[in-house]
């Protein structure tokens, strides 16, 4: 994160079709270009055939006024030549993200703490609510907070404020325990990824009253997954998951609890490495470097 | 496990509707007769109404000889008075596990070897597989090996000579990655507690090719649980659970290897706990103490 | 915690020299006064001439005006015949923890908000600090806030005005990353226990700068343990411990950052466990039920 | 490990003083010689002054045949231009690895099932003990067996002989619990890596007795450590760390046994990255890729 304190680092993301010769093409355009490769990582999912990542943090001086050149560089070579994508940003340019939230605030608060303390490389440009008990909360951050009531008969309209609101002021969109379902018009529009984080067992127990059927069970650990949300809910690319251990003493109402700590943990982890550009999504899976 | 070693040491486990008094007959029964508890763990499911569960470890000395006036006191004032079941052991006496095995040799290995190491307090009177791979292996460790093989149309035939091999010949069975299905007909007829570990997935993957699958999701850890075996396959009272951490780098291959590494310590801890009488059965879930 | 939410749950803890009959002598004195055992822990460090540690949870209609009924009956029976120690306590009474701090927060906030979640039971009376910056924080939290600077030619002075802060309003000290050495003379007039949270390294790395050497060592984990405080720094009993997994691409500061979130955990961990009277301290070691 | 079964498998480590260029130069003399690089993992220490670390593995037809002309190319350009060490191997090359043990055989007997089962990328060629104890449980691997008795007055005899059984016929030593100290000499003589694992606590108990003693401090966690020996005993540069959870009711032997589970993991994980060229070494820490 010394990579925010200086604003000559940049971040390259590659991928696509794996070929021969990648690595060394994109390595060659940023050394043509002046900079200095910091950190590299790349894999392939497969050597023949496969899709080919890479993640490139690198050093070069005056860096804002070169962007564009590079930008042209790397299309020339990597677009054109490879018919790879690319992404190239500032490391100082850190990411604007909008959360939204229902009641618990775990989840919520835990991300502004991390960003105050500067653990997070963000900017927090508003919390939406469908509740209005955490607005006092979260103005104490000096953050916006928004109250945007969902009821059954008006979601389609609740949605197009979310998404007035979030237009132009985000690049991710947070669900930090937004207890309604996303519809897919909304995911269509919304121009930015989602990360959603909720709970995981093993076994997996669908529908309602999860913790409750832990119990029943007996499980011996309580888990969560953070993903991007897709129009399957919660069956989006898993970004990350932890797990916590349970027993018998604890009660439906502790498994919980105990739950949010592992999600709180998980989500901000999440959040950090996608904000540091560290995930990449490759259909329904992601290589996180 | 110093318990071992000295003939005198007892284990109570007693379990039933809860009442008040339970505990303090429990003890005082003990005490008149002369036992001084070594340690005792007790817990309720609810204080109105519950299940209650304890397990008790006391010296007697000249315990062997006292058995059947413990019993009969013991008889007397819960099955009697408290309508509670009990059950009274004597810790030196190892149980008898007898190991179902196929060809993977992981969980089998771990179990032997542990048991030769003086780690688990059983004995070990034979290993069954429907394949005839690891006989010289669990020979080298003087355990008898029988081959029984199973086809699709001799199942009940190889039931019957597994069901005759295990009778009166074990206390315990376990299923060290046994890759056949049990029917109802035999934990109907077999007698004893049964035993088994399997791959353990947030999210769940049900049916054939679970690793594949978990890779093509790109899960971030690999879990186990060991369970005793009821008549819904993978379903019945877990014992334990654990999870390894695993990336997008890992092939399917290697999450399966990974995954072999929980579930030998899964399995070998359910395997322990039971053999010192800690897992209590309450409907579908365990109390472990 | 519902133990909270009723009024008549107690909570026993006995302790000292093992002998036989315990068990039998504690449950026949609450049984007799009507109380209903919940749940119950105990152990022995050895079964013969070792230390004897049991903590029990009880049910007891109408428990406060019966307190001193039960107080004299386990004076009589434990204090007088079987020469032990025991503490009895109404778990409705939430223990008052008196909280000191520097300048770093994550674990006062940890602890602030699991407080007002309720997943703490316990009350704050107050954050005392050697600095005055996180004072607004404590304050929004409706806890107050009592700034004592310690300077090297004052600490007596600083120390008696904490200890006249502390004086009738306080049962547990928690230092929550507090950088200032506690005295020998603070320690024997504070009359209440103190936990302190410090970071643990394998293999420890004692004096100045310990993540930046335990970068040049190159570890691979960064753990905390919290312990009670006694005159030797950072060696009391320890009551809980944990490890986050660390990289070659962690910098000092990431390792420092990860450390403070075992921190926290470890911390509030350690808190409620005290609260809960699950922690029974024995000589330089700890029982925790 | 699916770069076994294929023989043009290379792996590339590159190590030495950072400058700009050096991954597009890597990468260019390996596509040039024809290479298709599969994955690559590099980091800097520090971008500007640091030290610069890269694993690059490649896909190259014919791998065996062109090993001298890429040498010669590397050589050309890393050694030559940029002052760089660099290591190149075939990935079908397996390691071999001799082994020295006393007479526990929990770490031991986790490497050869290991072995035997594809795990481990290896081969040993020997096992050497001070104790006759483990000779029959090697053999039945099909791995010779030399009995090396070492007297405190035939220590140098005794090391002699251990280099010549060495010499020319390893690539790698592991001390799987020997319990003997190896000399500078032998060090100064070995002309290999060697890799040894010991127990770990936080805090750190020096001297003899480590398990009572963290019985008596009522420790959580119990550790091991695997790490490249280097003449400061236990104190050489980290390969891998990890931690089991114990309590209060563990004895001091049972937190030996624990513990025996978390050093055949840690040292199975540290011989495998070793094998697979993951690990660099840079002073007194390692860079694990």
């Known amino acids: 994160m010394s990579e925010l304190n200086d604003n000559d680092y940049g971040r390259l993301i590659v991928q696509g079709a794996d070929r ?3 690595v060394a093409t994109v390595s060659g355009v940023l050394t043509d270009q002046g900079a200095n490769i910091v950190s590299l990582d790349q894999s392939s999912s497969d050597p023949s055939g496969g899709r080919f990542f890479q993640r490139t943090v690198f050093h070069l001086p ?3 006024a070169r962007m564009d050149a590079l930008n042209a560089a790397l299309e020339a070579k990597l677009t054109g030549e490879l018919e790879l994508d690319f992404r190239l940003v500032e490391a100082k340019k850190r990411k604007r993200v909008a959360i939204f939230v229902s009641k618990m605030d775990h989840c919520l608060l835990d991300l502004l703490w991390r960003q105050r303390r500067g653990e997070l490389p963000m900017i927090v440009p508003m919390v939406v609510s469908n509740h209005a008990d955490l607005g006092d909360e979260v103005r104490q951050f ?4 928004f109250h945007v009531p969902v009821e059954k008969d008006n979601k389609a309209v609740a949605e197009k404020e979310q998404l007035n609101l ?3 002021n985000a690049d991710l969109l947070v669900l930090a325990r937004y207890m309604q379902i996303i519809s897919g018009e909304f995911l269509d529009e919304v121009g930015m990824p989602v990360i959603n984080i909720h709970h995981s067992f093993l076994p997996a127990f ?3 009253g999860p913790y409750q059927r832990a119990k029943e069970r007996g499980v011996k650990l309580i888990g969560a997954t953070a993903h991007y949300v897709t129009e ?5 690319p898993i970004i990350e998951q932890d797990v916590i251990r349970v ?4 009660t439906a109402r502790e498994l919980q609890r105990k739950g949010a700590d592992v999600e709180r943990l998980v989500l901000a982890r999440a959040v950090a490495w996608h904000c540091e550009d560290r995930v990449i999504r490759d259909g329904n899976t992601t290589v996180v470097f």
Chains 1, 2, 3, 4 share one sequence.
């Open 247 to 250: 027993s018998h003493r604890d």
């Open 166 to 168: 979030l237009k132009g």
């Open 206 to 208: 669908m529908g309602a």
């Open 142 to 145: 000096d953050v916006p907070f």
């Open 232 to 236: 399957d809910l919660d069956e989006g």
């Open 20 to 22: 021969p010769g990648i």
């Open 62 to 64: 005056g860096l804002s």
